[in-house]
């Protein structure tokens, strides 16, 4: 459109035009959303999906402004049309609405689905007459649908009852509400047999797979039982149902557990078994048979209850005469037992007499539901005991008898075999004895016959048989007593008993030693010892041995200090020799021993030896008388031991005579030890040792040399070079006359060789060169105090001191005088303080020639221990770096010359350094400036080892310019800080003074 306007002279009419705009814009349709993201579950009713108008890049900012429509429809997938969901295919109608929603129905089959997930799809796609510009978005759309159904399946009944040798029929069934088809696919379980009261002998299998087959509401299996025909009580057993590690989740188990109780229906039958006798005494087995079924190596497995009874016959279980025990208990037969034994008691009543016989009755036990399958065919079973009773005829007498005892009273006893009873023979009858000889003859008993006659009932009869003393030793003897039955006798009455009897012979000889004592000295060469018979007593009639022997007491017959040779030997004595005799030599060794020793001869019985051989007087003592002599004294009469290097002496006694033998006195001796000083002090010079009578010193028994030690005591003392105690030995409470002194005294010399020392008591003293009072203490010690007067030499030493004389000390030289007992003299030697700040510094000291006024023996034992001390010099003051110099300079002067010094802080004297130091120099604008002088950003200046200035300059600039008075800062600061290096005046003003002229 144009407007009316003029614009330079231009006339614009007002008028207009159409203008067409061509739209190319393009929508898209496409679906979101709903359960294009999730999944549907089949019970859910409706999958839900948006169709939505997007650009080409999915954002829902497009519009449409006129109405279209969009053809939808449905794909299966896995999952079926009609069966899983509702086919759709139609138009969806669009106006200015951005999205539409789109339902598709759900079916739910109440089935457990082949597959979990099941799909379809959803596509898209144009109606007819839609503008080109309106794009369905083709791509397919999958839709989930979840199946949650649920298949319960159980075992048919929780519990049943089965009899043995029977097929067991288990199924597995759906236990949901009524389907065709529960699960469309197979699937398995696993059926497991598991034993409560069963055995792998009762049924099978223990474990089995079962397929559930596809749409199937139930599958079964069968389970053999078995028939162990042996008799038992009822068991159980239980299957249970189990998922397989690969079970789809949807099938659940709901009865698991099914208990099976399997019903025995085995008999068994007890019956007794012979024999059914038994001797008297002796116990009568009863034996039960328990017989089942042949198929069945145990007849039951469980444990079986019986009750047994007996019932006398002509036997009875009562009164003191009874011929068994009776029974009335409950027995138990063990699991698969076929047969079984029980005693019972009969009883031997010594009587000879008939058979007699008793009952047992078996019934019933307490079996649980066990006893109408036990069958008890016989009850009642007669049991016969046997009288197997025989009298026996036994002698009783002693086995030895003593000769004197003049009679042998023999006894014969009648008794039942097996038991003893009052009455064992009920009729008389007669028995000889008879007596043989074995080792005696007609002098020694009567060997008459005897006959013995019992009554009825008679248990014992007894009889004399005489013995004779002939008074004779001898060995000894035996004779037989053996029995004969009188003719005819019963067979029931045994008379085969014999004994053997010993007379002893009690008649005695004896023997003694012929003296109690015998004395013989030690240089005889032998002696003879007898033993004798006694004339009281009997005669021997025999030889017979006896031993005799040595045994040592005191004296001994063994090692160097044998005494005698030691023997022994057999003596025999006969009715003929009534004394015999054994030699024994004695040894002369030559030693001191006790002056009477003894040893003993013995006499004993040897295994042959006859009792009656009496041992009255059996040992004599030997006394051996010592003649030997012996003298000891000390090994040296003189000792020398040195004070300082011995800390002992060591004395030695030993025995002088007989010097040719190893042990010259065989028992210990004791001395007394007496010390007495000559020139020296007990117990400063030596620890007396204290061997007195309470407590003497051993000497042991055949050492022919024994030693004690004296304790030296070194007294640290310059005394007499020589000292010197006795030592004296005495027995304690007398050596004898078989033992004397040769050399009983012995001298103990003490060499005394201490020596004074003199030194510094320090090795170093420490001296602070400006605090100290310029002076250090310096002593020598003498050690040990001497008892005389002397001096020594003091002086301090250029040579090797690192202080400078004059500068840092004053040189000292002087004597120091020890005084008698005096231990310690001191001097002062002076200190310089220079102002010079220094390292460490050291003077040497040493000490000199001693002159003493001692005596001449003891003049040379003070003397110096060659050592040396010093003097550490500190330098603990604190120098001072100070700016000095003009503090004023005229402008025209070109340059100014600042200077640095250094000083102490109190006396403001000059000082140094031992060694070189720098400063760092700078300057400060004030009112001056760069064009009046020069400035110094920094500039080092170094302080020369023992100088104490140090100077720079600065340039002054002429400006020639009419002006104030102006002003800088020199300042100064310490490079390397150092503790006693410190700042004094560190900065200063410099003023140029204006010259010039107007």
């Known amino acids: 459109m144009l407007r009316r306007d003029t614009v330079d002279g231009i006339n614009i009419e007002p008028s207009e035009a159409s203008v067409g705009i061509y739209d190319s814009d393009v929508a898209y349709v496409r679906i979101v959303g709903g359960s294009r993201d999730l999944p549907v579950n089949e019970g859910d009713g409706y999958a839900r999906l948006f169709l939505a108008v997007t650009d080409e890049f999915g954002s829902m900012t497009c519009r449409v402004q006129f109405d279209f429509t969009v053809a939808v429809y ?17 138009n969806i109608q669009f106006s200015t609405d951005l999205s539409v929603l789109v339902k598709i129905r759900i079916i739910d089959d109440d089935t457990v689905d082949r597959y979990r997930e099941e799909t379809f ?37 929780a519990s049943c009852k089965v009899d043995e040798a029977v097929t067991l029929t288990v199924c597995v069934v759906f236990r949901g509400m009524e389907r065709d088809c529960p699960v469309e696919f197979p699937f398995d379980l696993r059926l497991e047999a598991r034993a409560v009261t069963t055995t792998s002998a009762d049924h099978d299998p223990n474990v089995t797979d079962i397929t559930i087959g596809e749409c199937s509401r139930s599958e079964c299996t069968n389970i053999t039982v078995y028939d162990d025909s042996s008799l038992e009580l009822d068991e159980t057993f239980y299957i249970s149902l189990l998922k397989l590690p690969n079970h789809d989740g949807r099938i659940r188990l709901d009865i698991v557990k099914k208990t099976v109780t399997i019903e025995d229906n085995d008999h068994i039958s007890i019956i007794f078994k012979d024999p059914a006798i038994s001797v008297e005494g002796f116990p009568i087995q009863v034996c039960l048979l328990i017989e089942g079924s042949p198929r069945s190596d145990c007849p039951s497995l469980v444990a079986i209850q019986v009750r047994l009874r007996t019932q006398d016959g002509t036997a009875t279980s009562r009164g003191s005469r009874r011929d068994y025990v009776a029974v009335s208990r409950t027995l138990t037969i063990p ?20 058979h007699e016989y008793f009952n047992v009755t078996l019934t019933h036990g307490s079996n649980r539901d066990l006893n109408e399958r036990i069958n008890i065919p016989t009850p009642t079973k007669r049991y016969e005991i046997l009288d197997d009773d025989m009298a026996v005829v036994e002698i009783s007498a002693p086995t030895n008898v003593l000769e004197n005892a003049r009679i042998l009273r023999v006894c014969l006893n009648v008794r039942m075999l097996g038991n003893r009873r009052f009455c064992p023979v009920a009729f008389e009858f007669t028995v000889y004895i008879v007596k043989e000889d074995v080792t005696t003859d007609a002098a020694d008993y009567d060997k008459s016959r005897v006959d013995v006659t019992f009554r009825p009932c008679d248990a014992r009869e007894c009889v004399d048989v005489p013995i004779i003393d002939d008074c004779s030793l001898e060995r000894d003897e035996n004779f037989t007593i053996s029995l004969e039955p009188e003719v005819g006798l019963t067979n029931r009455i045994i008379t085969n008993d014999s004994l053997t009897v010993t007379i002893e012979n009690d008649d005695n000889t004896f023997i003694e030693m012929e003296h109690a004592v015998y004395k013989v000295f030690e240089n005889a060469t032998q002696i003879d010892v007898c033993a004798v018979i006694r004339p009281a007593g009997c005669k021997p009639s025999i030889d017979f041995p006896v031993r005799i ?8 017959a063994t090692g160097l200090s044998a005494d005698f040779v030691s023997a ?33 001869v013995t006499l004993e019985r040897l295994p042959n030896t006859p009792d009656g051989v009496m041992l009255r007087r059996d040992e004599a003592e030997v006394i051996i008388v010592d003649d030997d002599k012996a003298e000891l004294g000390f090994v040296m009469l003189a000792y020398t031991v040195n004070e300082e290097d011995d800390d002992k002496v060591e004395i030695c006694v030993d025995v002088k005579s007989p010097d040719t033998i190893e042990c010259p ?68 409470g007398g050596g004898g006359t078989a033992v004397t002194f040769q050399q009983d005294t012995a001298t103990v010399t003490i060499i005394d060789e201490d020596v004074a020392m003199v030194s510094f008591t320090k090795t170093l003293y420490i001296v602070d060169e400006g605090v100290d009072s310029g002076k250090v203490r310096v002593c020598a010690e003498v050690v040990p105090p001497v008892d005389f007067d002397f001096s020594v030499n003091f002086t301090t030493k250029e040579e090797g001191s690192t202080a400078v004389v004059d500068e840092d000390y004053t040189a000292t030289k002087a004597t120091l005088q020890f005084s008698a007992g005096s231990d310690e003299e001191c001097i002062d030697v002076p200190i310089l303080d ?39 010099i500190t330098d603990e003051q604190t120098i001072y770096v100070s700016l000095d110099g003009p503090r004023i300079v005229r402008e025209d002067a070109g340059t100014v010359q600042i200077c640095v010094i250094i000083q102490d802080d109190d006396e403001r004297r000059p000082c140094s350094r031992d060694t ?75 003023s140029i003074v204006n010259d010039d002229g107007e």
């Open 916 to 990: 070189d130091f720098d400063i760092t120099f700078f300057t400060v604008f004030d009112s001056a400036d760069g064009e009046d002088f020069v400035a110094v950003d920094s500039r080092q200046l170094t302080f020369q080892a023992f100088h104490n200035r140090v100077c720079t300059s600065v340039t002054i600039n002429d400006d020639e310019m009419l002006e104030q008075t102006e002003s800088f800062k020199a300042k100064i600061n310490i490079t390397h800080p150092h503790s006693h290096i410190a700042l004094g005046t560190s900065s200063v003003e410099i």
């Open 335 to 354: 699991v698969c037992a076929k047969e079984f034994r029980y005693n019972i008691s009969t009883i031997d009543d010594g009587t000879v007499e008939n």
């Open 121 to 157: 799809q959803v596509i898209l796609q144009n109606t007819p007459g839609v503008t080109q510009r309106i794009k369905p978005v083709r791509t397919p759309v999958t839709v989930v649908i979840r199946d949650n159904d649920v298949a319960t399946f159980g075992l048919e009944r």
């Open 74 to 90: 449905t794909e299966a997938g896995t999952a079926t049309i009609n069966i899983d969901y509702d086919h759709i295919s139609r």
């Open 568 to 600: 022994e030997t057999n003596l025999i004595f006969s009715s003929s020799v009534n004394k015999a005799c054994i030699t024994i030599d004695i040894l002369d060794n030559i030693q001191v021993e006790h002056l009477e020793e003894s040893f003993y």
């Open 665 to 732: 006195v065989v028992y210990p001796l004791e001395f007394i030890v007496t010390v007495n000083d000559n020139t020296t002090t007990k117990g400063e010079d030596y620890v007396d040792p204290g061997y007195d009578e309470d407590d003497p010193f051993r000497y042991d028994a055949c050492a022919r040399e024994n030693c004690f030690t004296i304790d030296i005591l070194n007294d640290n003392k310059v005394e007499d070079m020589t000292e010197q105690f006795d030592v004296t030995l005495e027995f304690s």
């Open 834 to 872: 220079d102002c010079i700040l220094e390292e460490l510094e050291f003077i040497k000291l040493e000490l000199g020639n001693i002159d003493n006024n001692g005596p001449e023996d003891k003049k040379s034992r003070v003397k110096t221990d060659g050592g040396d001390s010093k003097v550490k």
């Open 549 to 556: 022997f040595t045994v040592p007491d005191s004296a001994e």
